[in-house]
């Protein structure tokens, strides 16, 4: 097998590993999702073709190491009946990670996992510049660190403030952890802070009087995300997005943007702290003034 074998093995999720004809096999899961019935399979898969362990990887997939070379077609066509396929390496689109999201979580605030499943629909193995990863946070908690992926979602609710209501008890300014929210003085307007607000709700659920309520329920996107040897927190450029249709055409627009101006084995955060992130709201200029 020669160095170009080695490559396409790589780049449809077959890796070599220590030891002579060994490889790791990486599986296609979308937000960590797999059924019982997947999860006997995988088992099964890893005795039958491997040496009987999986590895649990940090962005929600499981690896088959010890795989023989011989053993790869067989292997793939065991799992494939059962919906499982191998995963993808190299410059494409990663499995996309989620949290449980809103019919789990007592907190979510979106349907992770759904939105993880359209984004993986349209965009899973796409090529890109560099390897490109989406992780999806259904709330405020941030449970998979949206900032820190090429691109990331977190669920958000922006609150407004109706003061026909209001008592002016001071509740709002009082949960708030971020100090977004200021009580400016009797008969005086609430005043929310929109730059500081984390979307987290608590002044809404904590208000006695429903004067905070909400202004809109949706995901806020940060692009340039990544960890690394340098890494960036992503940064936000849009408003709230409201709808999975939205969130999946900012993910299309970010992708095209790297495209055009990523370079070869440079991250999506390389690209936008060279070219800078105006370039990018430029870009999405449209949609940005759809959302804001």
Not at 163 to 180: H, I, Q, Y
Not at 250 to 260: G, Q, S, T
Not at 266 to 275: A, S
Request: aromatic share 6%.
């Amino acid at each position: 097998m020669n160095e170009i074998d080695y490559r396409e093995l790589k780049r449809g999720g077959v890796m070599r590993q220590q030891g002579e004809d060994r490889f790791l096999v990486r599986l296609h899961l979308v937000a960590g999702g797999l059924s019982s019935g997947q999860a006997r399979v995988v088992a099964e898969a890893a005795d039958q073709y491997g040496s009987g362990a999986l590895h649990l990887t940090s962005r929600q997939g499981i690896e088959i190491p010890d795989v023989s070379s011989g053993a790869l077609t067989e292997l793939k066509e065991f799992l494939g009946p059962h919906g499982i396929g191998f995963g993808v390496c190299g410059p494409t689109v990663r499995g996309v990670t989620a949290c449980q999201g809103c019919h789990v979580c007592p907190n979510g605030v979106i349907d992770s996992p759904s939105l993880a499943a359209a984004l993986d629909r349209a965009f899973y193995g796409k090529q890109a510049p560099h390897k490109f990863k989406i992780g999806i946070s259904g709330c405020a908690n941030n449970c998979l660190k949206a900032e820190e992926n090429d691109l990331g979602v977190k669920g958000w609710i922006e609150p407004r403030w109706r003061g026909e209501d209001c008592t002016g008890c001071g509740l709002c300014v009082a949960v708030c952890p971020v100090k977004a929210v200021r009580l400016a003085g009797d008969g005086e307007p609430v005043e929310i802070d929109r730059s500081r607000c984390i979307g987290c709700g608590d002044c809404i659920v904590s208000c006695p009087s429903a004067s905070m309520a909400e202004k809109s329920r949706g995901s806020r996107v940060y692009f340039g995300g990544k960890l690394g040897r340098v890494p960036y927190l992503g940064q936000p450029v849009l408003g709230v997005l409201t709808d999975t249709e939205e969130v999946v055409e900012v993910v299309a627009e970010a992708l095209e943007f790297f495209r055009l101006h990523g370079r070869a084995r440079e991250r999506f955060g390389d690209t936008l702290q060279r070219v800078g992130f105006e370039a990018l709201a430029s870009h999405i200029g449209a949609l940005a003034r759809r959302v804001a």
